[in-house]
């Protein structure tokens, strides 16, 4: 057997081996939230405090619109981003066409996580008292869990607080859809499909859980830390290196305080500290799953710190500027084909 063949057996068993652990990771959060439909379900007919499923609905629909919207984004920003991302000699079309679409996805991502994170902030969070002070609010997270078990007890949440929940579930949605529609080839789609699937269940669950208290923690914390993120992808293919670095700079300072920091230490240890009740109602599989994709989460954010870490280095010692999170200029060693040479 040539060492080209060997080459892409082991390629193709791994790739098989991956689906395989995001089939089997799939099929156990899809069981454990249907678990929790049936759960609330039974409790609403003495408990009317839970969400009904046409609420969901909503947030179906709304994931179709903004899903349209970022792929116009692509296409719109190509001539902008033809002006200011030079093709390299290194890049193949396929590489420099991936760096193009995904400045037009950068730009429309900034605009949505600024605005929503503001909205959020404005509307549903400064005032609100489950809003801790690590997050600049004026409240305690234990107030996420009401009196008692919070899906029973809790207080109806606002019209605003629903609508922020309810466009961020569409969004996730979305993106987990666009993820597979357009981007399987992309070398970063383990990571990132493991991460649309762990927030679609922590938000189904939560929703339906009447969670969205500790929920919309969660998710301020990451939209406000995805700005500079997404800063730094709009600009990294381009000349302005150093605009780069300024966004990196916001990345790592963002992400070690909110990520590493407030998501681990104040928000989880709430969940697992503050929530006796809520685990007694709702059962180990439950809770534990909620504590085991969050703490998913947590693994895949210390991963990809490590590599803005890394992409920093290279900035400060060479002076070039490299997205290793999602590395779109490795699709030319994945496909290239290996030397011919007999064993």
């Known amino acids: 057997m040539s060492a080209k063949a ?38 609403r007919l003495t ?5 009904d499923f046409s609420e969901f609905g ?44 995904r400045f ?3 730009v429309f991502k900034i605009i949505f996580f600024t605005s929503f994170s503001t909205y959020a902030y404005m509307y549903t969070l400064a005032e609100a008292n489950w809003m801790p002070r690590e997050l600049f609010g004026t409240g305690s997270t234990s107030n996420c869990w009401g009196v ?18 309810q466009v961020a579930l569409a969004y996730h949605m979305s993106e987990l859809a666009f ?39 969660v998710l301020f914390v990451h939209y406000v830390s995805d700005i500079p993120g997404y800063g730094a992808k709009m600009f990294v293919d381009t000349r302005c290196k150093i605009t780069t670095f300024m966004f990196l700079l916001g990345i790592l300072a963002s992400w070690g305080y909110l990520r590493l920091y407030v998501f681990p230490v104040i928000i989880i240890r709430s969940v697992v500290e503050e929530s006796v009740l809520e685990r007694a109602t709702m059962g180990d599989l439950a809770y ?17 710190y490590f590599l803005l870490l890394r992409m920093g280095y290279g900035y400060i010692f060479t002076g070039e500027t490299k997205d290793m999170q999602a590395n779109l200029s490795s699709l030319d060693v994945r496909n290239a084909p290996k030397p011919q040479k007999d064993e």
Not at 89 to 101: C, F, G, H
Not at 148 to 165: C, H, L, S, V, W
Not at 195 to 211: A, K, Q, R
């Open 6 to 43: 060997s080459g892409q057996k082991s390629h193709t068993n791994k790739e098989i081996f991956a689906i395989g652990l995001m089939l089997l990771y799939c099929f156990f959060v899809g069981y454990t939230a249907v678990s929790i439909f049936r759960w609330v379900e039974v409790r």
């Open 47 to 51: 408990h009317p405090t839970y969400p």
């Open 58 to 101: 909503v947030a179906t629909l709304l994931g179709f619109p903004l899903m349209f919207v970022q792929r116009m984004s692509q296409r719109l920003m190509l001539p902008v981003a033809r002006m200011v991302i030079v093709k390299k000699d290194k890049w193949s079309n396929n590489v420099y066409e991936s760096k193009l679409t």
């Open 104 to 106: 037009g996805s950068a």
């Open 148 to 165: 008692g078990n919070a899906g029973d007890t809790q207080e109806p949440i606002g019209i605003a607080t629903k609508r922020f929940y």
């Open 179 to 217: 993820q597979v529609v357009y981007e399987r080839s992309k070398p970063d789609f383990v990571e990132m499909f493991t991460h649309h699937v762990t927030t679609c269940f922590l938000l189904f669950g939560s929703f339906f859980g009447n969670f969205v208290r500790i929920g919309a923690l």
């Open 288 to 304: 534990y799953t909620f504590c085991s994709a969050l703490s998913c989460l947590v693994c895949l954010h210390i991963y990809w």
